[in-house]
């Protein structure tokens, strides 16, 4: 059955629910550790702040309408977070109810939010990312506690003891960072055509000496580590001597990967320099290619939700990255964010009449395998994109030629990146994902009294169909 996801949704769902997201509320689930009273005392202002700005949002606004209030929530969602995966940290004696660098990242934020003006004239695609980001984030609460549930992310710890698993309440958690900073490297992305547009402009000045805005990337020692970093899984060591006790190893395929998305300064990858330079969370990471020197279980651990994190932010705008199952969050970043089009108005529909978006979700089932490795449940994701127009004044046939032309070029970059990121693959024995994206165009029946479906199913590599139909729409 369709349903609609918008603001509103999102919103009221969140007011209902706030009290169940172990990260907001810091309930003792999984047990927390024996706290102070200091402690418990600053965790519940943290706690009765977040509720406050929760409960202040309008439902009948749309997100983009209320800045501050996202502002203030973008910082305590993110503050909160990793104050809690630090609490369920056992490698800590003593606790705080600090998040050392979030205000630093918090300024970093409102900058964007400031700078992002000038981003809308960069590109003529250019879309809001401050809201975005919250969107995406209330987007993947509101789908993964409905139709999968955190329990059942994937996140590589089946190695690990039964005492070092990562508990769902953690990725959730995890999930809040991903999240709400995926697309903090977008304007270092984008500063290349703030620069080109302003040289080309200038140009018609004379010879004037522009200096580039263009930062050039030469990699660092940081970079090369963050890259190596997100490239990288564990093994255990087979050892009497040392049990349980595992070294890091680089997984080239992925290096080489996100190498090429650090040339081309995409977002993704930049977005985890900017945390990885900002926030202590990171900086505290633990890495260890030294089996005389190896990673104890609970680093190990603790490894393993950074490393995720950040993987999944530097996945969802490379490409090269390709994906088999759907309950992974460098998965649901790409869908989620793939997802939120919704109220994401670009410079030049003040200058023009715009569509509008609307998602409905269809089904979102996430699969599972039995214990032989065959698929028990087919994970299937069914959603469609509705673009629509109801303005105030009729579409003349030009424009709406215009619009269905907009909605054609849409889908079929969104078609490319869908074969291109479930292509064939190794590990193919392993895949468990049929992705089916429809974008309807119902701005066609302004003039022509008809629908426009364009339709990808994408069962395997080998099972890919595409069908574009035409629905009448009954008239007079």
């Not at 603001?7 to 509320?25: C, G, N, P, R, T």
């Not at 970093?108 to 004239?121: A, K, Q, S």
């Not at 940081?222 to 490239?231: A, P």
């Not at 793939?338 to 269809?362: G, H, N, V, Y």
């Amino acid at each position: 059955m369709l349903q609609t996801i918008d603001d509103a949704v999102l919103i009221k769902w969140l007011k209902e629910h706030q009290q169940s997201i172990d990260f907001i509320s810091f309930k003792q689930s999984p047990p927390l550790p024996t706290l102070s009273d200091q402690l418990l005392k600053e965790l519940k202002e943290r706690k009765d702040q977040t509720s406050k700005e929760i409960n202040n949002l309008n439902d009948t606004l749309s997100l983009n309408g209320q800045a501050k209030g996202l502002l203030n929530l973008w910082k305590l969602f993110l503050g909160n977070a990793i104050v809690y995966l630090k609490l369920l940290d056992d490698r800590e004696k003593y606790h705080d109810a600090e998040d050392f660098g979030v205000e630093k990242l918090y300024r970093f934020f409102e900058t964007f939010h400031d700078f992002e003006g000038i981003l809308y004239g960069a590109d003529d695609y250019y879309r809001d990312h401050v809201s975005h980001m919250l969107r995406v984030f209330l987007l993947g609460e509101y789908v993964i506690h409905n139709k999968i549930g955190f329990e059942k992310i994937i996140v590589g710890d089946d190695k690990l003891p039964a005492n070092c698993k990562i508990h769902p309440s953690e990725k959730e958690a995890m999930w809040c960072i991903i999240a709400l900073t995926h697309d903090l490297g977008y304007a270092l992305e984008t500063v290349p055509d703030i620069n080109k547009k302003v040289r080309t402009m200038l140009e018609q000045f004379g010879n004037i000496n522009l200096q580039e805005l263009v930062p050039t990337y030469q990699i660092q020692p940081l970079h090369k580590f963050i890259i190596q970093f997100i490239s990288s899984n564990f093994r255990e060591i087979q050892s009497e001597e040392k049990p349980n006790t595992y070294v890091n190893h680089v997984q080239s395929k992925y290096y080489l990967k996100f190498s090429g998305a650090f040339e081309r300064q995409s977002h993704g990858i930049m977005s985890c320099i900017v945390n990885m330079r900002n926030l202590v969370f990171f900086l505290e990471s633990d890495y260890s290619s030294d089996a005389h020197k190896p990673l104890k279980p609970e680093e190990a651990k603790q490894f393993l939700i950074r490393s995720t994190i950040l993987r999944s932010i530097a996945s969802h705008d490379c490409d090269e990255i390709y994906y088999l199952t759907i309950p992974q969050f460098p998965f649901l970043l790409t869908i989620f964010d793939e997802m939120q089009e919704w109220d994401r108005p670009r410079l030049k529909d003040a200058f023009q009449k715009a569509p509008k978006s609307t998602l409905k979700i269809d089904n979102f089932v996430s699969g599972e395998f039995d214990s032989s490795g065959a698929i028990s449940v087919p994970g299937v994701i069914k959603y469609e994109i509705e673009i629509s127009y109801d303005g105030s004044s009729p579409l003349t046939p030009e424009e709406s030629e215009k619009m269905q032309r907009d909605t054609e070029g849409y889908f079929e970059r969104k078609r490319k990146k869908i074969k291109k990121i479930l292509r064939s693959a190794v590990g193919g024995d392993d895949r468990n994902l049929k992705l089916i994206f429809k974008v309807i165009d119902a701005t066609s029946s302004q003039i022509e009294s008809e629908k426009r479906t364009y339709t990808i199913t994408h069962s395997t590599p080998e099972d890919v169909k595409m069908e574009i139909e035409r629905k009448t729409e009954k008239t007079g």
